[in-house]
T-cell receptor
Framework: AQSVAQPEDQVNVAEGNPLTVKCTYSVSGNPYLFWYVQYPNRGLQFLLKYITGDNLVKGSYGFEAEFNKSQTSFHLKKPSALVSDSALYFCAVRDIRDDKIIFGKGTRLHILP | GAVVSQHPSRVICKSGTSVKIECRSLDFQATTMFWYRQFPKKSLMLMATSNEGSKATYEQGVEKDKFLINHASLTLSTLTVTSAHPEDSSFYIC??????????FGQGTRLTVV
């Protein structure tokens, strides 16, 4: 079965520092991976996706993610964090058999001023 | 870009009543939509797949009679929480979208049953 794991419940980063939010996946076949962000009491906003192509994927708001097949990882990164990046981040994998999106448990990112 | 609209954003209802939540795809047709439930500080749990013109497919452990799903058109799916109880209070989110583009999500509905 397809699954994703986000090992960190919370990540704290000082403003201006680089940030990384970790995600590992388990899929049968080629992975279709996504990152979403959720602000309080809001729906999910799409950040970026990996389907095929370059392992480094650039997305919205300056975020990027690196697909690493050997480590089955898809970590989210940003070179310089902003306080406004504070939110809940979800890694997700799409099950190609039925288009369902399976989410990790989420990582709360706190950017400290 | 593609937009999914969910309504209402917040609803408070009395225990025992039913609540309907709408999910609309505004600029594309969606033969399939998905309904998720999010518990406090928890991830999103897929509840069911809504299929246009046919019965919804429910995930294991989700009560079909409690959470009625209707997908009567290519742009609208509804989730009805029947005979709501306080334990049904949650944040409900729908999604739709093209496979390669990733899914688009509604803004969510905060349901509070009192």
């Amino acid at each position: 079965a397809q699954s994703v794991a986000q090992p960190e419940d919370q990540v704290n980063v000082a403003e201006g520092n680089p940030l990384t939010v970790k995600c590992t996946y388990s899929v049968s076949g080629n992975p279709y991976l996504f990152w979403y962000v959720q602000y309080p009491n809001r729906g999910l906003q799409f950040l970026l996706k990996y389907i095929t192509g370059d392992n480094l994927v650039k997305g919205s708001y300056g975020f990027e993610a690196e697909f690493n097949k050997s480590q089955t990882s898809f970590h989210l990164k940003k070179p310089s964090a902003l306080v406004s990046d504070s939110a809940l981040y979800f890694c997700a994998v799409r099950d190609i058999r039925d288009d369902k999106i399976i989410f990790g448990k989420g990582t709360r990112l706190h950017i400290l001023p | 870009g593609a937009v999914v609209s969910q309504h209402p954003s917040r609803v408070i209802c009395k225990s025992g009543t039913s609540v309907k939540i709408e999910c609309r795809s505004l600029d594309f047709q969606a033969t399939t939509m998905f309904w998720y439930r999010q518990f406090p500080k928890k991830s999103l749990m897929l509840m069911a797949t809504s299929n246009e013109g046919s019965k919804a497919t429910y995930e294991q452990g989700v009560e079909k009679d409690k959470f009625l799903i209707n997908h009567a058109s290519l742009t609208l799916s509804t989730l009805t929480v029947t005979s709501a109880h306080p334990e049904d209070s949650s944040f409900y989110i729908c999604s739709a979208g093209q496979f390669r583009a990733g899914a688009f999500f509604g803004q969510g509905t905060r349901l509070t049953v009192v």
